[in-house]
């Protein structure tokens, strides 16, 4: 299947004078990726993000945004279409919270009732409470304006955000946190990230695939995996010893999590001839309020498809979607298993995580 392209670099160059700071560098960004840039200071990373909406001219190559090269676009509606979102934020400090998320809606002269109903609807999103809208950002901690800073960035509903090294300024644990919360987010929104860092760990742990740029070159592109197993040197030195091993614990559990395997609603019978019972040896079933009663053997099943509630073995111990897959591997070792249920607070049922799709990824394979 042909995945569509958000974001197109051919062969895009900058120059200052004589000195060329970004080199001929190309890659493409698929619709709902986060492609993420990473590399020595200087290298030219943030310079290149900044040329996809021109907040930077290119000296020569071509970008594409959704098709179109940027070129033939207007360059305020360029940059208004898409979200941008930087390390200190860069909020305005005589603004309410809501009039800095709304601000983009206030210059495309957008209704207030509907400013004021995306401010509502986006500070929620982002995990922030209604009542920070009327307060200002002074009275906010660096986090939190963080995520202020990532809700204006959405306020217009663009397919593509930058992020220039957004969680740089904050502490670890904030920064841990911001990450989990980008991750939680973009399973819901599923916007086109282009992501900036020099923090190799962040770029394992949100990047599907990641570019590493050196003295304005791309020396290296993939999926970390991809990443960890590559035979260039100074791709090896930069990652460090030990990068295979961060990649597991940096990567989050929902990059592995399977929602295709085989359910029957509890008052129903099993359709023995469904295609999705392939490759499984379980059928989960499926209570009315969505969570899951257990699962039942394929071979326990009567020859109808049908069963009692006595049959139905309860879910073993489940994890959260938030723990990494080096800790959800874990679980399955110690526990004997081959498979995990994985449950959120409100004890929903998100799916199931098997080891052999863990191990699947280190064939690289994170989709």
Same mark, same amino acid.
């Given at each position: 299947?042909?995945?569509e392209?958000?974001?197109?670099?051919?062969k895009?160059?900058?120059l200052y004078?004589?000195d060329k700071?970004?080199?001929e560098?190309?890659f493409?960004?698929?619709k709902g990726?986060?492609?993420?840039?990473?590399?020595?200071?200087?290298?030219?990373?943030t310079t290149?993000?900044k040329m *996809?909406n021109?907040?930077?001219p290119?000296?020569?190559?071509?970008i594409l945004?959704?098709?179109t090269d940027v070129a033939?676009?207007?360059?305020?509606?360029l940059r208004?279409?898409?979200g941008y979102?930087?390390q200190y934020?860069g909020l305005?400090?005589?603004?309410?919270?809501?009039?800095?998320?709304a &601000?983009?809606?206030k #210059?495309?002269?957008?209704?207030?009732?509907?400013?004021?109903d995306?401010a %509502?609807?986006?500070? %929620?999103t982002v995990g922030?409470?209604l009542?920070?809208l009327?307060?200002y950002p002074?009275e906010?901690s660096?986090g939190?304006?963080q995520?202020v800073?990532v809700?204006?960035?959405l306020a217009?509903?663009p397919?593509i955000l930058?992020m220039?090294e957004?969680?740089? !300024?904050?502490d670890?644990?904030?920064?841990?946190q911001?990450q989990?919360e980008?991750?939680r987010?973009q399973?819901?929104i599923q916007?086109?990230?282009?992501?900036v860092?020099h923090?190799m760990?962040e770029?394992f742990?949100v990047?599907?695939r990641?570019?590493? #740029?050196?003295?304005g070159k791309l020396v290296? #592109?993939?999926?970390?995996?991809?990443?960890?197993?590559?035979d260039? %040197? &100074?791709v090896?030195?930069? *990652?460090?010893?030990?990068?295979?091993?961060?990649?597991?614990?940096?990567i989050p559990?929902?990059?592995?999590?399977q929602?295709?395997f085989?359910?029957?609603?509890?008052?129903?019978?099993? =359709?023995?001839?469904?295609?999705e019972? %392939?490759d499984w040896?379980?059928?989960? *079933?499926?209570?009315?309020d =969505?969570?899951?009663?257990g699962?039942?053997?394929?071979?326990?099943l009567?020859?109808?498809g049908?069963?009692? !509630?006595?049959?139905?073995?309860?879910?073993?111990? !489940?994890?959260s979607?938030?723990i990494?897959?080096k800790?959800?591997v874990?679980?399955?070792?110690w526990g004997?298993?081959?498979?995990l249920?994985?449950? =959120?607070?409100?004890?929903?049922f998100?799916?199931i995580?098997q080891?052999r799709s863990?191990?699947g990824?280190v064939?690289?394979?994170?989709?």
């Amino acid at each position: 299947m042909t995945r569509e392209i958000s974001v197109e670099l051919q062969k895009v160059s900058k120059l200052y004078g004589q000195d060329k700071v970004v080199d001929e560098v190309s890659f493409t960004v698929e619709k709902g990726e986060v492609f993420v840039m990473i590399g020595p200071s200087g290298c030219g990373k943030t310079t290149t993000l900044k040329m *996809i909406n021109q907040l930077i001219p290119h000296s020569s190559g071509n970008i594409l945004v959704n098709g179109t090269d940027v070129a033939e676009l207007d360059v305020v509606e360029l940059r208004r279409s898409i979200g941008y979102v930087i390390q200190y934020i860069g909020l305005l400090p005589h603004l309410t919270i809501q009039e800095n998320i709304a &601000f983009v809606l206030k #210059l495309t002269k957008h209704p207030k009732k509907m400013q004021k109903d995306r401010a %509502e609807e986006l500070i %929620e999103t982002v995990g922030l409470p209604l009542n920070y809208l009327n307060r200002y950002p002074r009275e906010l901690s660096g986090g939190q304006q963080q995520r202020v800073g990532v809700a204006r960035a959405l306020a217009a509903n663009p397919d593509i955000l930058l992020m220039d090294e957004p969680f740089g !300024a904050v502490d670890p644990l904030t920064r841990e946190q911001l990450q989990n919360e980008l991750l939680r987010l973009q399973e819901s929104i599923q916007k086109t990230i282009v992501f900036v860092t020099h923090d190799m760990q962040e770029a394992f742990k949100v990047g599907n695939r990641i570019g590493i #740029l050196r003295q304005g070159k791309l020396v290296c #592109l993939g999926t970390p995996m991809e990443i960890v197993k590559s035979d260039d %040197e &100074f791709v090896k030195n930069f *990652i460090g010893q030990g990068a295979l091993f961060e990649v597991f614990d940096t990567i989050p559990v929902t990059r592995v999590l399977q929602k295709d395997f085989p359910t029957a609603r509890y008052d129903q019978k099993v =359709d023995l001839q469904a295609e999705e019972l %392939e490759d499984w040896e379980n059928v989960f *079933i499926i209570d009315s309020d =969505d969570s899951c009663k257990g699962y039942i053997p394929l071979s326990s099943l009567n020859s109808d498809g049908s069963y009692t !509630a006595d049959q139905i073995i309860p879910l073993p111990k !489940a994890s959260s979607p938030d723990i990494s897959v080096k800790l959800a591997v874990q679980e399955m070792l110690w526990g004997g298993r081959t498979w995990l249920p994985i449950v =959120d607070e409100k004890s929903g049922f998100k799916g199931i995580v098997q080891f052999r799709s863990c191990a699947g990824l280190v064939a690289g394979d994170r989709r």
